[in-house]
């Protein structure tokens, strides 16, 4: 697709017990689109709410017309999932992606999508330079994980967290995401572009004033156990028998070396060596290496078998958008 081509915008929200903010944010979108001069869509996808946020959201559809495109999912199976639900019914030519709790402000969505075109990028990232949340449980969290994300995955951001962010869909399209994986959203699309065609600009930031958070200081641990996969992702993906293969080959030598020592001490020096706890330790060297090495060539025949495969989805749809519906706010005339 040029460069130049049509600039349909799809905007993705998920949604988890938000029943107070599906009106104002819709209207809220609206408003901010009023003079977007290309066809747009919104599609909120709610995370298996156990409130009034779908019946909220039917209402919302029903009064601002079909391209207010909301579906719900089976249940609720975590912001990543109900992102990707959305990112997969995505339309447009452009995406933008943010929170449904209104901290993020829509009103920064025309000025994300012209830093996207004009400066030709791939990606364009908010930074919520002035933050509006509580300093223990989420400003520190997120101070230490941006830092700690930015050394692994080589990509400096300030705020990974945000949530509001602008694509091109061909960028965006070839990232699959997981378990809590929307935190590295740049990390993975660094892996299919340049990382000169990631950018970040500030956006608005505001208090919550209606809902509940749902983040808390337990999501640090899951935090930290998806920064290490994305680590072996990034590096390893299409190579997983050099990690694993690696590492059995360093026990390996380690085992080798113990055992080589040994065994001089015993025949040139005749010492027994049959209770020493070295000896024990070569052994467990010796076999944790073998393990490792055969964990590498399945690692390399499953990824074979995974990229010849087609993906299964990580959610299940309820209410899927209905078929036959144009579902396009219609593109504004300039006088």
Known sequence: ??????????????????EDNIYPLVDRVHHALQAYAHPWELIIVDDGSSDATWQRLEEAREQFGDH?????????FGQTAAMQAG????????VVTMDGDLQNDPQDIPMLIEE?????????????????????????????????????????????????????A?????????????RFIPAWVAVTTRASRIAEVPVRHHPRVAGKSKYNLSRVAAVIVDLISVFFFL??????????????????????AIF?????????????????????????????????LTVGVLAELMTRTYFEAGKQKSYVVRNAPAAGRDGWHPA???D
């Not at 207010?68 to 609720?76: G, I, P, S, T």
């Not at 590096?235 to 080798?256: D, K, Q, V």
């Open 235 to 256: 590096r390893y993906e299409s190579r997983p028998g050099h990690f694993f293969g690696g590492i059995g080959l360093a026990l390996g030598g380690l085992g080798t």
């Open 116 to 168: 996207l075109l004009l400066r030709d990028l791939d990606m364009v990232s908010g930074w919520r330079k002035n933050r509006q949340d509580k300093t223990l449980t989420r400003l520190l969290p997120s101070f230490v994980a941006n830092r700690i994300i930015g050394k692994v995955t080589g990509i400096r951001l300030r705020d990974y967290g945000c949530s509001l962010k602008a694509y091109r």
């Open 68 to 76: 207010v495109r909301a579906f719900e999912l089976n249940r609720n």
């Open 87 to 94: 990112l997969d019914q995505a339309r447009g030519d452009l």
């Open 260 to 292: 080589a020592y040994l065994g001089f001490i015993k025949l040139f020096l005749g010492e027994d060596i049959g209770s020493r706890p070295l000896m024990t330790l070569g052994m467990i060297l010796i076999i944790a290496a073998v393990q490792l």
């Open 1 to 18: 697709m040029s460069r130049n081509a049509s600039q349909s915008l799809s905007i993705v929200v998920p949604v988890y017990n938000e």
């Open 332 to 334: 504004q005339t300039q």
């Open 170 to 182: 061909e960028a965006i399209k070839r990232v699959s995401l997981y378990g809590d994986m929307h």
